[in-house]
């Protein structure tokens, strides 16, 4: 399918995602657009068991705690065929947190990830406020230890799928103690005391999940809800944007190719002037560079999930995921824009697909560090590293 080397069992697992995305969830895409996200429940139910069956669910798990276990450039080639569909869709495929087996302890394990992995429970994340968004240092929310329990107070937005989620990551700075003013993450329960829903907005995308503003009104959590010890609350959320920043950019390829494909069959056959419209350069020279901006970050997303796999130094990782997800977000917004230019009028409509990518696209140079913040880390590391160690 590509011309990148990859081994049988790579092209297998390709292969098998790809046909779930084009036999299975592609079918159901307009239909979810024009319900809000949603389709019928026995199909999602479907969708959600065939993700489990077929492995790719908790792909990001070790099979000791019942995931499959694949290696970085796996993941990479399954979240690349999901990215060919919408979100509203893919997100059948889920990765619970892949830093989780290394720092919770045997309780949370049991509790919350092993259920998570067999796609029993579900968590969302909150971490972001109004005040502290790129900037997550700056976030007011408060844990104070109180006898054997922690009291969390704060007000969290953007937590997405909140409402299909039955716990919470929910991140804060610690008040007295040996590490006042460190950061300190919990897993919290979605139905204890004291969690209030504020309002779930609308976004610019068409997805059954939402992105929730919530409020923690002093919710009272035994201490053995703290993930790892007091004041390592940030590095579990490094951990887990380098994943996410690696997974957007396989899924901007993975969707510039199904912009790429779609614009290139209909230049092909619409016919304007009396010739199709693929034989003015004006539109076959967008195709051009959607093409070959397109190979450039396949082959960056492949070689720094090879690089994962192979050991690399975790701040040459963190730089290398920021480029990774900077190019492929940014490529396939172009390329987005420049289907939906193909298109003409059709491509303004909500029943295309490069309408649909168009919009959905915008939020990879936003979510999980925005492409500003991408570049200071990429800087950064260039100052501290150098050129060659980066690239
Ligand atoms: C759909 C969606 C889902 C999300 N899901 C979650 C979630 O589940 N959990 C969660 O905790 N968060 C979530 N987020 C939050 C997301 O991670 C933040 O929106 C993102 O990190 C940017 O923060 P911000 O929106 O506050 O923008 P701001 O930080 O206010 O930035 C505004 C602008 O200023 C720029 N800027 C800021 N600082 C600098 C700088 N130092 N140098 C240059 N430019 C700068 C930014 O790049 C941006 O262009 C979600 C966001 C969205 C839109």
């Excluded at 939020?363 to 800087?379: F, L, P």
Aim: charged share 25%.
């Amino acid at each position: 399918m590509t011309t990148y080397p990859l081994t049988d069992q790579d092209r297998d697992i390709q292969q098998r995602a790809r046909t779930f995305v084009d036999e299975q969830l592609i079918p159901w895409e307009e239909h979810a657009e024009e319900h809000g996200g949603e389709i019928p429940e026995d199909a999602r139910e479907e969708h959600h068991k065939l993700a489990i069956d077929l492995g790719f669910y908790a792909m990001n798990l070790p099979v000791e705690l019942g995931g499959t276990g694949y290696t970085t450039l796996q993941q990479v080639l399954v979240s690349e065929q999901i990215g060919r569909v919408t979100n509203a869709l893919g997100w059948c495929v889920h990765t619970p947190a892949g830093w989780a087996p290394d720092v919770m302890s045997d309780d949370q394990i049991e509790r919350w990830l092993k259920p998570s992995i067999r796609g029993e429970r579900r968590e969302c994340y909150a971490i972001t406020e109004a005040g502290a968004g790129s900037d997550v240092d700056a976030l007011t929310a408060t844990a104070r230890r109180d006898g054997d329990a922690y009291v969390l107070a704060g007000e969290k937005m953007h937590v997405t799928s909140y409402n299909n989620a039955d716990h919470i990551f929910f991140q804060a700075k610690l008040v007295g103690g040996d590490h006042e003013g460190e950061h300190a993450l919990f897993v919290v329960d979605k139905d204890t005391p004291g969690i209030r829903l504020i309002r779930e907005p609308r976004y610019t995308h068409t997805y059954p999940d939402t992105h929730a503003i919530v409020a923690f009104d002093d919710v009272r959590v035994p201490a053995k809800q703290l993930i790892g010890a007091e004041g390592d609350g940030m590095n579990f959320t490094y951990a887990w944007f380098r994943y996410e920043r690696l997974m957007i950019a396989a899924r901007c390829c993975g969707a510039a190719e199904r912009l790429i494909e779609a614009a290139t069959a209909f230049a092909e056959e619409r016919v304007q002037f009396g010739t199709p419209i693929i034989e003015n350069q004006a539109i076959a020279h967008m195709l051009a560079d959607s093409l070959t901006e397109l190979w450039a970050a396949r082959l960056m997303t492949y070689r720094v999930a090879e690089n994962i796999d192979a050991g690399a130094d975790v701040k040459i990782q963190h730089a290398q995921c920021s480029m990774v997800k900077l190019y492929a977000s940014e490529m396939a917004g172009r390329v987005a824009d420049r289907a939906v230019q193909i298109f003409g009028g059709r491509g303004y409509m909500r029943e295309n697909v490069a309408e649909r990518f168009y919009r959905e696209l915008r939020v990879d140079r936003i979510w999980e560090g925005t492409s500003e913040i991408q570049r200071n880390i990429i800087a950064d590391q260039l100052r501290k590293r150098g050129v060659r160690t980066l690239v």
